[in-house]
């Protein structure tokens, strides 16, 4: 009922910087929080960054610093730019939002996209 499309990811050489982008379509109601997960190859899937509703934002340590979260509430898009990257922050980046979708009644949603590979070279 709500897709997310997920763009920006590709590769880039260390130090190099990426912005990812997540626009979510459906019969969205209200967005309560979007953000971004990863997961890297053998790992778990792990928070990069969250935003709220409030504007309230949350990073990973390895991240903080470095990337960016921003949403445009507008067109219900979530971004994540990303500076001075590292090897390490090589992984498939998923976005997330969650939510309330309907017209005549809400229901509540969590969504996830199909992922955008990023991939940094040394």
């Known amino acids: 009922q709500v897709q997310l499309a997920e763009s920006g990811g590709g590769l880039v050489q260390a130090g190099g910087s990426l912005r990812l982008s997540c626009a979510a379509s459906?019969?969205?109601?209200?967005?309560?929080?979007m953000g971004w997960y990863r997961q890297a190859p053998g790992k778990e899937r792990e928070l990069v960054a969250r935003i709220t509703n409030g504007g309230t934002t949350n990073y990973a340590d390895s991240v903080l610093g470095r990337f960016t979260i921003s949403r445009d509430t507008a067109k219900n898009t979530v971004y994540l730019q990303m500076n001075g990257l590292k090897p390490e922050d090589t992984a498939v980046y998923y976005c997330?939002?969650?939510?309330?979708?309907?017209?005549?009644?809400?229901?509540?949603?969590?969504?996830w996209g199909q992922g955008t590979l990023v991939t940094v070279s040394s």
């Open positions: 459906g019969s969205i109601f209200s967005i309560s929080a």
């Open positions: 997330n939002t969650q939510g309330f979708r309907g017209t005549t009644l809400q229901y509540y949603f969590d969504a």
